[in-house]
């Protein structure tokens, strides 16, 4: 089918070295993944903070590390070159179902994004009422509570560039860490601005565990690509739209009006 990349096209030189990497240090494949994330954030941070956690791979193991962010770079270079967008780590994500962290979870098809992004931000989405708060300036705030890998979101931003030739600022929110990582590398390769957030958007929406603004240094003109580290639930618009809707919620509401039963006698 025309416009379909095959899954091996992409995905098999890095799961080769990720799976070659498992069976020398006897790790599994998603804390590889994980350390794979976490080595790129720290190289576009551009604060040059090393990794959150503990670094605890050795300097063979991060020399491999390298050279799968360089695979992956040159995949994806690969990738965008016929597609708009594509997840790969959301596919390599699926493909370790079966490990004992991650059992189970899966992530909505790249085909079923697309349509949801269709239906969601048609041409009425320019005629209506955004949020009162929005990152650089006049940007549509496009959102995901639970965003997985930020497939749905790189799904709406691709449709978005397309049918209005401007970008939105996404915010991609998820209890995972690893989903949050994911999507923050995610958006910040396909060019994206926006943040991911790391907390529990239904009963903690007002704390933040990790967040990541993302391609902020490439605004308006473009650069390097970048991923800051941003805990502070103050500077995050993510965490400022969910006071919004608590406080809008508090308000007193009208009272209604009691029926009244009518007689035709």
Known sequence: MKGVIPYDDITKPLLKQIDRMASATGRWNSDILEAMLDYILWNFDPMGKPPARHWEWSK????MLHEMMLTYFRQMEYALARKQWYDMFG?????????????????TPADVCDMMAECT?????????TASIR?????????DCACGSGRTLLAGAAYFLKKHAKKPYLIAEDISFM?????AVNFMV????????????LIEPDEVRVGYVVNEGIYPFPGI???RVECNPDKLVATSLWRMRK???????????????????
């Open 60 to 63: 063979e193991e991060t020399a």
């Open 225 to 227: 690509p970048t991923v």
């Open 247 to 265: 406080r809008k919620e508090e308000e007193p509401q009208p009272k209604r009006q009691e029926a009244v039963q009518l007689s035709l006698f």
């Open 179 to 183: 989903c949050c990582k994911m999507s």
């Open 91 to 107: 596919d390599l994500f699926m493909a370790w179902m079966g490990d004992k962290k991650y059992r189970g979870q899966c992530f």
């Open 121 to 129: 931000l048609g041409d009425r989405i320019l005629d209506e009422p």
């Open 135 to 143: 990152a650089f300036g006049k940007r549509i705030t496009v959102c």
């Open 190 to 201: 396909h060019g994206c601005f926006g943040e991911v957030v790391c907390h529990d958007t």
